[in-house]
């Protein structure tokens, strides 16, 4: 594709359920990260991926949090039992390599109702 | 640990006049440092990395190694550049670590 497609663009949940958000990357991008977007919080690191390993999962928020990554591309984070604090914006980013600039996705907007 | 640290949550300046925003890193490597910018309604997007050395859209910002700073400016703000402003930094450990962002609003 030509650029960062994350699905859905928007998810409305009820609390304690599961959601699962997917990112596609852009193609041959090697470096992949999750990012947490709350008002006024600024982006809240979450996890990141050089091909299909997690080098990084220092930011998952809790053990509710998990991600992942198959053929160094698509990548799906999965919050479980979702709580109302879990409310936020999820941006996906990728890069060619980790020191390039990164390309982001239009986000995902979860509300936990 | 790598750390971004932007002071300001809010900058409003008038149409014109020059406009800073500061940025403080801790690392104790070398980092690779960028701005990135975040228009109404569009995606996050680099604005600029230091490696480049280049002036986008008017806007430069000088990599300083002693007061490990990266302040990004640009001396007549516009309308335009009203947006939310990120800086970031990739450490040896390839981690991408934004600030908290600060939001610029210029005024005619």
């Known amino acids: 594709g030509a650029g960062v497609s994350q699905s859905p663009s928007n998810k409305v949940t009820e609390k304690g359920k599961d959601v699962e958000l997917r990112c596609d990357p852009i193609?041959?991008?090697?470096?992949l990260y999750w990012y947490r977007q709350s008002l006024g919080q600024g982006l809240e690191f979450l996890i990141y991926?050089?091909?299909?390993?997690?080098?990084?999962k220092s930011g998952l928020p809790s053990d509710r949090f998990s991600a992942e990554r198959t053929g160094g591309s698509v990548s799906t984070l999965t919050i479980q039992r979702t709580q109302q604090e879990d409310s936020a914006v999820y941006l996906c980013?990728?890069?060619?390599?980790?020191?390039?600039?990164?390309?982001f996705g239009q986000g995902t907007r979860l509300t936990v109702v | 640990a790598q750390r971004v640290t932007q002071p300001e949550k809010l900058l409003s300046v008038f149409k014109g006049a020059p406009v800073e925003l500061k940025c403080n890193y801790s690392?104790?490597?070398?980092?690779?440092l960028f701005w990135y910018v975040q228009y109404s309604r569009q995606r996050l997007q680099l604005l600029l990395r230091?490696?480049s050395r280049e002036s986008i859209k008017g806007f430069t910002a000088d990599l300083n190694k002693g007061e490990t700073s990266f302040h990004l400016k640009k001396p007549f703000a516009q309308e335009e550049d009203s947006a939310m402003y990120y800086c970031?930094?990739?450490?040896?450990?390839?981690?991408?670590?934004f600030g908290a962002g600060t939001t610029v609003t210029v005024r005619a």
């Open positions: 193609s041959g991008h090697t470096a």
């Open positions: 690392y104790s490597g070398s980092p690779e």
């Open positions: 980013a990728s890069s060619w390599q980790p020191d390039t600039e990164a390309f």
């Open positions: 970031a930094l990739v450490g040896s450990d390839y981690k991408l670590s």
């Open positions: 991926f050089q091909g299909n390993s997690a080098p990084d």
């Open positions: 230091h490696i």
